[in-house]
């Protein structure tokens, strides 16, 4: 029902955006052009056509020639000059009025030049225009001084309409005068456009263009260059800022009115002007795109950055493709602003989850230290009382040793919050892998520099996990035999037969199965190291066979007579007494001697705690260098004994940085350890919570008296607490259902129990429920199905949960 709601509000907001951009179309043009802006800047230009050359008046050519507006023999002259070139097209957009009286003497003469050219199209322009059924009106035209001189002259207008795009009306109409666009008059060719929307592919600096005395010195120097100009379309134009009209471009800031028509030319000649055919097309698809998006975000819930990320970039490199290659107009914004509402919302509700989640973080610490005051005051209190009456009775001892022992548990719990104070940036002393701190393993790796440049066989003693490989490894690459194999051998997992075949090779047909020869260790190690670990634990008749390669340094192969020398340096290892093995006649004495050259004794972890810190900084360098421990868990793993040593610690902080990942802390808690190694000395939240449910034995209204008990906690905390406590009971005693019955409940009241295995079963069957509802899918895909599942529950439980699943779908 939950996830409905957010998918009808995810409509709604998509809904309300779209319709907004449709009734609001500024702001959705707005939007669509400073898209298409963006994706031609990352482009980049294009070259224009060098078919179409610009020669403009410039802001320094019309200081030099005279005042604007310049005389009209300067056109003549120009026209003259192009057409004797052998130009194909000329076309002289400056609007020759003949309101300048002035101008009128030198009529006559540019006249007679356009009419001897007979390849001049002059310039006209529009009043008001208006747009109907398809086709462009104009309330009036003025047509340039020439043209009323001689009607039969080629004129088309220069006017454009700015609806964020540029469009050049193609046929404007005046009464029944026709008029052409003045760059569709150039182009000659037939179009069934009504509009031009100009594409500006190109920067002013980009164009083929001379200002007017460039060319005037090109021909007075009769220059090689004017050969280019043969069968080009030129277009005559004013450059000056001052004086004609800029507009702003993808790449320009202030484009000349001149370079408009050049580009609208370009377009119309290489057809690469933007279509707008497809616009309202692109409203429709981008719109069915937001509703397909929101499926795919409800369906990839547990992952809505990779859903925004990879979606957004896949549009956006369409509608880069669209827009810059295809020369297409769509509406974008319709996608893009709802996506943006889309994620604001979902920004919004992340946030509000995560100060839910918070605040019942806060909840559960603000209460157990209101506790911890509670029990202080209460504590304190008794003692004044002692110390005014003078009276100490048996049961106000015992009182107090209660309250005394509650205070030390909650004490330990704010320890729980408190980082340690471990400098994760200092890198602890490495030794080939050996890492320590401790004056007892510095005497160590002092030993091992010693022993390793001789050939000296080394025995290596000590509990197992103690790092006994690793001070064998380190022996060999300190040695002169570095740059040969070191072969490694656990004595202890093979049989005798095997273990033979193992260390010396067989040769084929010696036994079932030897379908090849196949080299042992021994010859697989000459030259360099062999490490034979758990040597306690092998017979004396192998031992004979291992004292034998030690004198002579012979071996024979499994089913072979022939003797192969080899050149072997030995160190063995073991976890028991070899001395005592001797005594009792369980382990050869001549090869102990042979052997035990060079003892290192290897002391288990709890011997040398100092290193215990060094080992962790070590192990959280390299499972995750952002997390850090608590300076309870600190405390915890210095006191514990640790029988596995340095093996067993290495698996304990692997295993409590996977359980802090999955709650996204960066604080390992007493939580995440093994409950071996944490004392029944804290108190958590639920265990108040579980507690405080059996002193009411579980009854109907216990979830709510608990709620109110500790301090008026939202029953939905108390609830998905005790829910977390039995999924954690359960995967830690592998679904053992009486037995997780007989922990949660706390006593043998029958009736107690029964309530307690109903709730264990609801539970259960709830997931049963839901996953009879889905086939075949994997762990991944079900997680993000049962969403709400997860919710309300703590993250410290959402491990349990995750192994309950997947035990059920196996």
């Not at 194909?88 to 006559?108: A, C, H, P």
């Not at 700015?162 to 000659?188: H, V």
């Not at 072969?487 to 037969?497: F, K, R």
Request: charged letters at 25%.
């Amino acid at each position: 029902m939950k996830r409905k709601k957010q998918i009808f509000a995810q409509f709604f907001i998509v809904l309300i955006v779209i319709l907004s951009l449709l009734v609001l179309p500024d702001i959705r043009k707005f939007v669509d052009e400073e898209i298409s802006n963006t994706a031609l800047k990352i482009r980049g230009e294009l070259i224009p056509d060098t078919n179409i050359i610009l020669i403009h008046f410039s802001e320094e050519d019309i200081a030099r020639i005279g005042p604007w507006p310049i005389k009209r023999n300067y056109y003549a002259l120009l026209i003259n000059q192009l057409s004797k070139l052998g130009v194909k097209k000329i076309g002289l957009e400056i609007f020759l009025s003949s309101r300048f009286v002035t101008q009128s003497v030198y009529d006559n003469l540019l006249k007679k030049e356009i009419e001897k050219s007979g390849k001049v199209i002059l310039s006209s322009i529009a009043g008001e225009i208006t747009e109907r059924n398809d086709q462009f009106y104009t309330d009036s035209l003025s047509f340039p001084s020439p043209k009323l001189l001689d009607e039969s002259l080629y004129t088309g207008h220069i006017n454009f309409l700015r609806n964020y795009d540029i469009e050049i009306p193609m046929i404007l109409i005046n009464k029944k005068i026709y008029e052409k666009a003045f760059a569709y008059q150039i182009s000659g060719l037939q179009s069934d456009k009504e509009y031009l929307i100009v594409n500006f592919f190109s920067s002013w600096e980009e164009i083929p263009k001379y200002s007017a005395l460039e060319f005037a010195e090109l021909v007075y120097n009769q220059s090689p260059e004017l050969s280019n100009f043969k069968n080009k379309i030129v277009l005559i134009g004013i450059s000056d800022i001052q004086i004609a009209p800029t507009i702003q471009t993808p790449f320009d800031e202030q484009l000349p009115g001149i370079a408009l028509h050049y580009f609208a030319i370009d377009n119309l000649l290489n057809s690469r002007s933007i279509n707008d055919n497809y616009y309202l097309t692109s409203i429709i698809i981008f719109s069915l795109l937001v509703i397909g998006f929101i499926f795919l975000r409800n369906i990839f819930n547990r992952q809505l950055i990779p859903v925004y990320l990879v979606t957004t970039v896949l549009v956006l490199l369409l509608v880069f493709i669209i827009i810059s290659l295809l020369n297409l107009k769509i509406a974008s914004s319709i996608f893009l602003i709802p996506i943006f509402f889309l994620i604001l919302n979902d920004t919004a509700s992340y946030f509000v989850r995560g100060q839910k989640e918070l605040k019942g973080a806060i909840d559960e610490a603000t209460l157990l230290r209101n506790l911890l005051s509670s029990k202080e005051n209460e504590l304190s209190e008794l003692q004044s009382q002692i110390s005014e009456t003078g009276e100490e009775s048996q049961q106000l001892v015992h009182k107090i040793e209660s309250l005394r022992n509650d205070i030390n548990k909650l004490k330990e719990n704010e320890d729980d919050r408190l980082k340690a104070s471990l400098d994760l940036q200092i890198k602890p002393q490495d030794f080939y892998g050996i890492v320590f701190g401790s004056k007892s393993m510095s005497s160590i790796v002092e030993l091992i520099k010693k022993a390793a440049p001789t050939d000296t066989t080394v025995l290596i003693t000590g509990e197992s996990g103690t790092g006994k490989e690793l001070v064998a490894q380190a022996i060999h690459s300190l040695s002169n035999r570095r740059d040969k194999n070191f072969i490694a051998v656990n004595c202890g997992a093979l049989t005798d037969s095997l273990l033979e075949s193992e260390l010396f090779g067989h040769v084929r047909g010696s036994f079932t199965g030897a379908t090849s020869d196949k080299p042992g260790k021994f010859e697989l190690a000459d030259e360099g190291t062999i490490f034979l670990d758990e040597i306690g634990e092998t017979t004396e008749n192998f031992q004979v066979k291992i004292l034998r390669v030690l004198q002579s340094g012979e071996i024979e192969k499994v089913g072979s007579t022939k003797v192969h020398k080899v050149d072997v340096r030995v160190i063995s290892a073991t976890n028991k007494n070899l001395s005592e093995l001797v005594k009792e006649k369980k382990f050869r004495e001549d090869l102990f001697y042979r052997l035990n050259v060079i003892t290192i004794e290897l002391p288990p972890l709890r011997e040398r705690k100092e290193d215990i810190e060094a080992l962790v900084i070590s192990f959280l360098q390299n499972e995750s260098s952002e997390i850090n421990l608590s300076q309870a868990v600190l405390q915890a793993l210095t006191e514990y004994q640790w029988k596995g040593n340095v093996r067993e610690l290495q698996s304990v902080i692997k295993r409590a940085v996977i359980f802090a990942k999955s709650e996204k802390r960066n604080l390992i808690h007493l939580s995440d350890l093994p409950k071996e190694i944490v004392k029944e000395t804290k108190y958590s939240f639920e265990d108040l919570v579980i507690e405080s449910l059996r002193n009411k034995k579980f009854s109907h209204s216990s979830i709510i008296e608990t709620a109110k008990e500790l301090g008026n906690v939202n029953r939905t905390t108390i609830s998905e607490n005790f829910r977390g406590l039995v999924f954690k009971t359960l995967i830690e005693n592998d679904f053992n259902i009486d037995k997780v019955i007989e922990l949660i409940s706390g006593n043998n009241e029958n009736d107690v129990r029964e309530r307690v295995q109903q709730k264990v079963k609801t539970f259960l069957n709830n997931i049963d429920k839901d996953l009879d509802k889905v086939n075949n899918l994997n762990f991944e895909t079900l997680k993000k199905r049962f969403s709400s599942k997860y919710k309300n529950l703590p993250a410290k439980f959402h491990y349990y949960l995750d192994e309950i699943i997947k035990r059920k779908i196996q």
